[in-house]
């Protein structure tokens, strides 16, 4: 697991690469953006294809470098997490793809990080973007990621709307991927605590003519909050 890149990485990155803007990453967004640091976390990054792709996309950009862009690349297991940094290394040798773009590989557990009492930190500011590609393949993985963008994701503004976008394949064999997701971001909200949920959903075909049809869903996770009814 993360020697190989996942059909929804590439799925992932060719929208990222299709449509900057949908992911807040135009010149324009990030020249208006209301903080310093632009702050992008992918999850369970693998070999980093969507990480790597977001460099690639910020090197074409020309954004005012008052602003910095950190993008998080994280994993658990020490042997990817090597094989990311070594991708990272190879194609971005200065540390990233600009003096103002910085990509790090670091480690995250999903299964253990709400509970640390003492975080890395990285960690300490929420992000403006995390993505996470085929990250839901178990019953647990989706309430253990919701925990982690309780923490992680920043909190809207008035001008500012951070997103989680996550990409999971649709297999016959693990129905519960996709129904998981829908309930765990949909949970009753305490109706004066902000909760994350749903905001967008998209099936996704992918394939065709000599290639087997695969089918991803495409959820856009974003904060709700209940008291004002507002997103
Ligand atoms: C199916 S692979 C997807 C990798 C990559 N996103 C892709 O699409 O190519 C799942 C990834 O999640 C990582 N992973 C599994 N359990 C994890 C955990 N508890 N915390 C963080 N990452 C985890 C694995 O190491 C692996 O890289």
């Known amino acids: 697991m993360g020697a190989q890149t996942w059909g929804g990485s590439c799925v992932l990155a060719d929208l990222i690469a299709g449509d900057p803007e949908s992911f807040g990453l135009s010149v324009a967004q990030l020249n208006a953006h209301s903080s310093e640091v632009f702050r992008i976390l992918e999850l369970g990054a693998g070999t980093g294809l969507v990480s790597l792709t977001i460099g690639n996309v910020l090197q074409q950009l020309k954004f005012q470098n008052t602003r910095r862009i950190e993008i998080v690349a994280t994993d658990y297991y020490p042997r990817v997490l090597d094989n990311l940094s070594n991708n990272i290394r190879s194609n971005f040798p200065e540390g990233g793809p600009s003096s103002d773009v910085s990509i790090v590989a670091h480690p995250l557990d ?20 995390v993505l996470g590609a085929d990250i839901v393949y178990e019953p647990e993985h989706a309430p253990w990621i919701r925990s982690c963008l309780l923490h992680l994701l920043r909190r809207p503004s008035a001008t500012e709307m951070p997103l989680s976008h996550l990409i999971v394949t649709k297999r016959s064999t693990h129905s519960f991927e996709a129904n998981i997701i829908e309930k765990v971001f949909a949970m009753d909200c305490d109706p004066l605590v902000p909760c994350l949920r749903v905001v967008e959903r998209d099936i996704l075909t992918y394939g065709g003519d000599t290639r087997e049809e695969v089918e991803y869903v495409y959820y856009k996770i974003g904060w709700f909050y209940p008291a004002q009814g507002r997103k």
């Open 110 to 129: 999903w299964s253990t990080f709400a509970s640390e009492g003492k975080r890395d930190g990285l960690f300490n500011e929420p992000f403006d973007l």
